[in-house]
């Protein structure tokens, strides 16, 4: 269905112009005030965008505190983990901003997604906002003041986040603790304490510039949030994973990569260990012929092979050339088209307004909706919001 744009009023801000019709209040959000439609979206945007990041383990409150903002109802999903990078335009004040929520490492409910995929495709979303002229100016990083201790993921978390943010843009980070609401008083106060003394896990960041605030699940507590990194971030920045990827670097020669790439040498060795004690017991209920325990050592050889070839799979691709990785990805966008006639690779929208990239060579861009080719590599997708 068209829309009418004749008797819309356009807000002229000069920050972020045409955004929303001025009558819509993302703030006070109800049926008889929708969210403007896609139409309403500047095909070119102006050079200053106010972008900031949404980052922190899965299930601290990222998706949370964006649609306090927004004005929306969390997604049915929230709650199982962001899966992939979003781009949620709203409004703080008088300001227009995106805010970009972020999926978090080491997450569970993720299966069928590695780490490695998660930092392949921020760094692909850092490539792609810098030649959009999206810089950051600032960064939101959330954690659970429920969590009895720092859990093997929030460490991994926070770890990653430092490597991707670069010890130099800690001054343009908020660390916010969340679910203030659910946790005895008693124990938040003494975790929130813990976390910023300068022995604690949150010590180097404040060290390094980084301001501790709570996140308490209203709308005026996120937008004061965002208003603080508005004022601490008047000048764009860089993140560390951006300023690598915009110089070339393949993913393992990225900081968060070697990284990432370490700890999978490290369990690959594990890997080999377990499955070598696998064998031998297994050799062993044969020789004893406990049929019950050799089928269940089976099974737990067969689960280990699944994690291995999964492992191997994270390992090539955080040390592919970006050629070897086109080449797979044309190989594969190009098999499914065959294989699946009449249903093209869906290409989702990749920037917040009405442009896309291509899924392959990730080079060309287009504003046609639907069936298209590029021209670079020939690969045909569905462009579709």
Known sequence: ???????????????????????????????????????????????????IAVMGPTGSGKSTLISKIAGREPSDTASAGTADIEEIPCKVGDKYVILVDTPGFNDTNQKDRSDTDILANLADWMQESWSEDMLLSGIIYLHSINEARM??????????????????????????????????????????????SPEGFWGPYIAGGSKIRRFENTQASACALVEEILDIGRDRFVPKIQEEVIKGKTLVETDAGAYLNQALVELNKKHAEEMAALREEIELARRERNKMMEDALKREQKRLKEEIASREEAQWLINASKVELLERQIRELKSSSKTRPGKLPPNPLRFWHLRWRCLACKDEKTETEGEWTCPKCNVTQMNEQ
Request: hydrophobic share 30%; aromatic share 8%.
């Open 1 to 51: 269905m068209s829309t009418n744009l004749d008797n819309v009023k356009i807000d002229e801000s000069p920050i972020f112009p045409g955004t929303f019709p001025t009558e819509y209040d993302p703030h006070n959000y109800n049926v008889n005030n929708p969210p403007p439609p896609y139409e309403f979206l500047p095909k070119k945007a102006p050079q200053q965008r106010l972008l």
């Open 151 to 196: 859990t093997g993921s929030s460490i991994t978390n926070l770890r990653m986040f430092r490597k991707l943010c670069g010890d130099k843009n800690l001054k343009n980070v908020i660390l916010a603790t969340t679910k203030w609401g659910i946790t005895p008083e008693a124990d938040a106060l003494r975790r929130e304490k813990e976390l910023d």
